[in-house]
């Protein structure tokens, strides 16, 4: 691959990385929720480690060899930039996992954080440590810590974004809205594809430098999906968190007042989002008989006759 078209691929990935934190930070701004916070952060995480440790990698390796610099010290100088590229890495990796509990309304335990940082902390220190005495692996040493670097990336890629999506697919299910759970777990299928195809294209690398520039517009590119995903949902879905906690206080106090029970507070809820009974039994998973029943004891309890007069009377109580 001649160096014209490296540098066309390395800019091309530059452009789209920049995109992507352009249209993430459009979002936080529009809409100020937590979770779109940390994967703003993220991108910007992301971002830095791909021009350390990727990017800057590849053109640090272009320049030093066009002007003459033996293999060896070439090795040891990109090696040094992937270096300053881990904690970035890192911090993303967190980043994603802080996402994938707020979308959900879940937190992280300090705990977790502890252990998180404090091992790869150690794994850390300990690849500082190869590339100092990098002298005792012999000839065939930068092949030794490349084939390292890939299997540790693939190896912590893998656990990471496991992790994270097991608590989208998983802690998605108390949501009430079937739509809901839908868009959460259909946010994780694409990254669940993000994570296998840069796991491939890593498997692929060495055989040909078409593999390593696929990975690096991969790893940039992919995300601008996800996000016009979000974009288009927060539009059609958003409600403002002043706006929800005012409700969820009324429907609190219209719970105590007319002693609804817990299944007809969810079925209520739902009500007062627009949902069809339909909806309703496929959001609960119970039959649409069920709901009829349901709705039925809810209106004799309150002495409603419909739908609206029972937002209505919620309503009252704010």
Not at 300 to 315: H, M, S, Y
Request: proline content about 2%.
């Amino acid at each position: 691959m001649n160096e014209s078209l490296q540098i066309i691929l390395l800019t091309g990935s530059l452009i789209t990385g920049i995109l992507a934190i352009l249209l993430s930070n459009q979002l936080v701004r529009k809409y100020g929720l937590p979770y779109l916070s940390s994967y703003f952060y993220y991108l910007i995480f992301l971002f830095v480690f791909g021009i350390y440790g990727i990017i800057g990698t590849r053109l640090i390796r272009i320049f030093l060899l066009k002007h003459g610099l033996d293999y060896q010290a070439t090795e040891s100088v990109s090696l040094f930039f992937t270096y300053l590229g881990v904690p970035f890495l890192v911090l993303s990796w967190y980043m994603f996992i802080r996402l994938s509990h707020e979308i959900v309304n879940a937190r992280i335990h300090s705990a977790f954080n502890l252990a998180f940082f404090g091992v790869l902390s150690i794994g850390f220190l300990g690849f500082g440590l190869l590339l100092v005495r990098s002298d005792l692996l012999g000839e065939n040493r930068f092949e030794f810590i490349h084939g390292t670097l890939r299997t540790g990336f693939v190896s912590l890629t893998l656990m990471v974004y496991a992790y994270s999506l097991a608590q989208l697919f998983i802690r998605s299910g108390k949501f009430l809205d079937a739509k809901d759970r839908y868009n959460i777990r259909l946010f994780g299928m694409i990254y669940l594809v993000f994570c296998l195809g840069m796991v491939l294209l890593i498997h692929f690398s060495g055989r040909g430098p078409v593999f390593g520039f696929a990975f690096i517009l991969f790893m940039f590119a992919l995300h601008l999906i996800p996000l016009f995903f979000l974009s288009m949902y927060l539009d059609k879905n958003f409600i403002e968190p002043s706006v929800r906690q005012e409700f969820d206080q009324s429907l609190a106090a219209f719970i105590v007042k007319f002693e609804i029970s817990r299944r007809e507070s969810e079925i209520v809820e739902l009500i007062c989002n627009g949902k069809s009974n339909q909806d309703i039994s496929d959001s609960l998973f119970i039959s649409l008989q069920t709901v009829k029943d349901h709705i039925h004891r809810i209106y004799l309890k309150t002495g409603v006759k419909n739908r609206v007069q029972l937002t209505n009377l919620i309503r009252t109580f704010s």
